[in-house]
């Protein structure tokens, strides 16, 4: 019988490619695919999957109340996030996630752990996967608190974890408090710098940290951006660019002297 796993996340196109890989897969099968945590709840009582691969970060209802609001029983809940803060983590340990991944993820290595937590060989809770022992080995204390205070910026102003321009953006902040300078070169330095750690292009840099910073706008958390830094930066008709709003959240890292 194959092992029935539901994908809960709302990235239609990390869906997708899930779903073709599995179709392929002669001991997995996807049993249900849900894009937000309120169908999560009510499709998970439904299908009772052996393995339920849950995103953290989604519109509405996140991963962390779907782990709060469901049953477990049998099935083994496998977090796959971008979150990659020992808070989080740990989080979602203690609300009864088995394992915890970091995105991006090959679905070779999910498949991989999604073996190994439905085989007899018992599976370390204390230790979520070596993903995460590999990002807190190569982090510094500071990089870590200041990694986790940027992602609780971008969760309070609604940019999700699952877009491209999250991680540039995240890379491009880090890179202006190190260096204000760098904000005054934003085309000729600072995007070739974000580009070259993540392999792409300086083009695509710019263009995905415009998308996220949209998107941050469409969902409408105006205030939550004012309340924020504690004045009222922009309205609903107003956008940053995205040097402003690198900079603005650089100066705040800053004045908290991180």
């Keep these: 019988m194959k092992t029935r796993i539901m994908l809960v996340d709302d990235n239609e196109e990390l869906l997708a490619s899930l779903k073709e890989f599995f179709a392929a897969d002669n001991d997995c099968e996807i049993a249900a695919v ?3 945590g309120e169908a999560a709840i009510e499709t998970f009582g439904k299908v009772r999957p052996n393995v339920l691969v849950l995103d953290l970060v989604m519109p509405g209802i996140d ?20 979150l990659s803060q020992d808070a989080f983590i740990s989080k979602a340990m203690n609300l009864g996630a088995d394992y915890y991944m970091l995105k991006p993820a090959s679905a070779e290595n999910l498949r991989k752990r999604i073996m190994e937590l439905i085989s007899p060989a018992p599976v370390s809770v204390s230790a979520p996967a070596d993903e995460r022992t590999a990002a807190r080995a190569a982090a510094k204390p500071k990089n ?14 609604g940019i999700p974890a699952h877009i491209k321009g999250y991680q540039f953006l ?13 904000i005054n070169s934003i085309t ?3 995007y070739p710098e974000v580009a070259e750690k993540f392999d792409t292009s300086p083009s695509k840099v710019e263009r995905a940290i415009r998308h996220a910073i949209e998107v941050a706008w ?35 890292m800053l004045l908290e002297s991180v």
Aim: net charge positive; proline share 2%.
């Design 34 to 36: 849900a894009k937000t």
């Design 63 to 82: 991963g962390f109340e779907v782990l709060e609001r469901i049953e477990k029983a049998d099935s083994k809940i496998l977090i796959l996030s971008a």
């Design 144 to 157: 870590r608190s200041l990694e986790e205070k940027i992602s609780n910026i971008f969760i309070t102003v």
């Design 170 to 182: 995240r890379e491009a902040i880090k890179l202006a408090i190190d260096n204000p300078e760098i």
């Design 188 to 190: 000729k330095k600072l």
């Design 218 to 252: 469409n969902r409408g958390k105006i205030e939550n951006i004012n309340s924020l830094f504690g004045v009222r930066v922009y309205n609903r008709n107003e956008k940053p660019t995205n040097g402003e709003f690198i900079a603005l959240v650089a100066d705040k």
